[in-house]
Antibody, heavy 118, light 108 residues
Framework: QVHLEGSGGGVVQPGGSPRLSCTAS????????MHWVRQAPGKGLEWLAV????????HYADSVKGRFTISRDNSKSTLYLQMSSLTSEDTAVYYC???????????WGQGTLVTVSS | SYELTQPPSVSVSPGQTARITCSGD??????AYWYQQKSGQAPVLVIY???ERPSRIPERFSGSSSGTTVTLTISGVQAEDEADYYC???????????FGGGTKLTVL
């Protein structure tokens, strides 16, 4: 059974640089591209970034390009999102997700909340 | 940047048919996907590749495509279908993923 466990969230000061993790189990992690998606309180879903199965290709939404870095460690079945220069607008639930069979996001983590506040 | 446009809200009575549209210049290719999100929960895929339905999704959920608009149809709406619904696709290069703004479905 596929499971994506997010961690690393919490309260972060403006300008902070937290790293989110998403630990995968129940499937062969190294075979799948992985994504980060976020949702600000009361707002819609926003796609942030994708990394290819081997980590060699990465793409970012304009809103986070240059501030966020997506990466993965296939030996640990873990996806990362290194965030930097955070502002209150980055306050959101951050989800990891991937396509298992559909080419869409058919597998989601439970989400981890990042609150940017002094 | 590429955008997908959805109506902010749709309201229907139980048993009626709800239709939620999503428009985007790059549609119908690449494909569109639909997600249901209930309060406090992660999104759930309900339609993929415009018209395909995951096996655990009820048959009352269907998808269609016409020109640059895709539509999620929920036939015989039930109270449990009240949720936010998001369409999703990619830009024409398939490099950037994008979500529509979401539609709140209210079951009266």
């Amino acid at each position: 059974q596929v499971h994506l466990e997010g961690s690393g969230g919490g309260v972060v000061q403006p300008g902070g640089s937290p790293r989110l993790s998403c630990t995968a189990s129940g499937f062969t992690f190294r075979n799948y591209g992985m994504h980060w998606v976020r949702q600000a309180p009361g707002k819609g879903l926003e796609w942030l970034a994708v990394v290819s199965d081997d980590g060699s290709n990465k793409h970012y939404a304009d809103s986070v390009k240059g501030r966020f870095t997506i990466s993965r460690d296939n030996s640990k079945s873990t996806l990362y999102l290194q965030m930097s220069s955070l502002t209150s607008e980055d306050t959101a639930v951050y989800y990891c997700a991937f396509s298992g069979y559909s080419s869409g996001f058919d597998q989601w983590g439970q989400g981890t909340l990042v609150t940017v506040s002094s | 940047s590429y955008e997908l446009t959805q109506p902010p809200s749709v309201s229907v009575s139980p048993g009626q048919t709800a239709r939620i549209t999503c428009s985007g210049d790059a549609l119908p290719k690449p494909y569109a996907y639909w997600y249901q999100q209930k309060s406090g929960q992660a999104p759930v895929l309900v339609i993929y590749k415009d018209t395909e339905r995951p096996s655990r999704i009820p048959e009352r959920f269907s998808g269609s495509s016409s020109g640059t608009t895709v539509t999620l149809t929920i036939s015989g709406v039930q109270a449990e279908d009240e949720a936010d619904y998001y369409c999703q696709s990619t830009d024409s290069s398939g490099t950037y993923w994008v979500f529509g703004g979401g539609t709140k479905l209210t079951v009266l």
